[in-house]
């Protein structure tokens, strides 16, 4: 028990203070994030929601509710409102907006300086080839989290962290940071037997762990989809920002589009670039939903909330600003665009690199034109947050 607690000790000590060096050194709490403000308006002050086809966005509150009411953790503030809401008729357009309005009061999002402006991006659902077999035609292998791989729950050093982990290996007698996206491809990791399947590019098997799901067609027929099971604990760091950096792409050239034009222009120092983030996400298979269910419908992939993501009504945040499964009205442009994009959306997913108050991955939707929209996507925002009436402020965690 002694020697698993200094493993433990070690562990939070490398990762939290990024470094590697043994003894480990004295472990010290992470920050808490800037707390957000919430300022309370009314629903005139909201751009753009009387045209918003509110009811578009009511399958996916609906399934959301049934993991919120699910979890001890969220079900009192949730109980009365969803239950509330099963009278409503969902083909209903005024029936549903007034729902929101009549039991959601609107807060505008800000971070801790008062700025209400972010930046909102996009993700989507692509589609791969691949083969649940390795064949020369399929070289690029996504895998199940491996067993080397150690999570440590750091409540257990700081009650204060409750829902904080971090991540490691065992070297010898030491618990060190796990393999990087370089030092994994290299071999490093023991993925023996861990491989889900295989994929024809590794580009696309690289912006996958990006996207954290997606669809593969595979060559034995049928389609298999992926979600995100895990990761490496690494920092996530942006190919297309290394790139800016080196002076190889502009601001303006920095999408998924723009890195895969390179990649196809330089293919002998693709690997080196996307090596240059060494965060690296594992998968699960995830089994279709239940005919006849509401998940059914929807059909998306699994978000963190525990359920499928509708698109275009969807989005993923920083869940230590804005509470995970509500609905937030957000006001951006369309991609490289002052096309207004205002609509109702949930908050039903999260990101490595989704980190601020203001901040928000909208979720385009599954396959190609999807995945034009969101590599392209970078636009200011404003976001308001739709609490329950009655139900005290989420406190930042």
Not at 112 to 118: A, E, K, L, P, V
Request: hydrophobic share 40%.
């Amino acid at each position: 028990m002694q020697r698993m607690l200094e493993r433990t000790l070690c562990l939070a000590a490398l990762v939290l203070a990024a470094c590697q060096a043994i003894p480990p050194q004295p472990v010290v709490p992470p920050a808490k994030p800037a707390q957000p403000a919430f300022t309370p308006t009314t629903y005139r002050d909201l751009p753009g929601w009387d045209t918003d086809r509110v009811q578009d966005a009511w399958p996916a509150f609906r399934v959301g509710c049934k993991a919120l009411i699910a979890s001890a953790r969220t079900q009192a503030n949730w109980q009365a409102t969803c239950a509330s809401a099963e009278a409503i008729d969902p083909n209903d357009a005024v029936q549903v907006r007034r729902f929101f309005e009549r039991n959601f009061t609107p807060y505008r999002v800000s971070s801790s300086d008062g700025t209400d402006q972010g930046l909102v991006t996009g993700y989507y659902e692509p589609l791969l080839r691949g083969s649940r077999t390795a064949a020369p035609a399929y070289p690029a292998a996504l895998y199940a989290p491996p067993d080397d791989l150690f999570i440590v729950e750091l409540a257990e050093l700081y009650p204060e962290l409750k829902g904080k982990r971090v991540r490691g290996r065992i070297d010898g007698r030491r618990i060190v940071p796990y393999w990087t996206r370089a030092e994994i491809d290299a071999g490093k990791a023991n993925v023996a037997g861990k491989a889900l399947v295989y994929v024809s590019d590794p580009v696309d098997a690289f912006f996958l762990q990006i996207q954290g799901s997606g669809r593969v067609q595979l060559a034995e027929g049928g389609v298999m989809r992926v979600g995100y099971a895990d990761q490496n604990g690494q920092p996530f760091r942006s190919v297309a920002r290394v790139l800016i950096d080196r002076g190889e792409m502009t601001i303006d050239e920095a999408s998924m589009q723009g890195i895969r034009e390179w990649g196809r222009r330089h293919p002998d120092q693709l690997p080196q670039l996307l090596d240059e983030n060494p965060s690296y996400v594992f998968f699960r298979e995830i089994a279709p939903p239940a005919p006849g269910t509401l998940e059914a419908t929807i059909d998306g992939p699994i978000g963190s909330l525990g359920v499928p993501l509708l698109a275009g009504r969807a989005i993923a945040v920083d869940p230590r600003a804005v509470p995970l499964g509500a609905p937030v009205f957000l006001a951006t442009t369309e991609p490289l665009s002052d096309t207004p994009l205002r609509r109702l959306v949930m908050a039903q997913d999260t990101g490595g690199a989704i980190r601020g108050a203001v901040r928000a991955d909208f979720f385009w939707g599954f396959g190609d034109e999807a995945g034009s929209r969101a590599g392209r996507m970078r636009q200011p925002g404003q976001m308001w947050l739709l609490w329950p009436n009655g139900v005290p402020l989420p406190e930042n965690r």
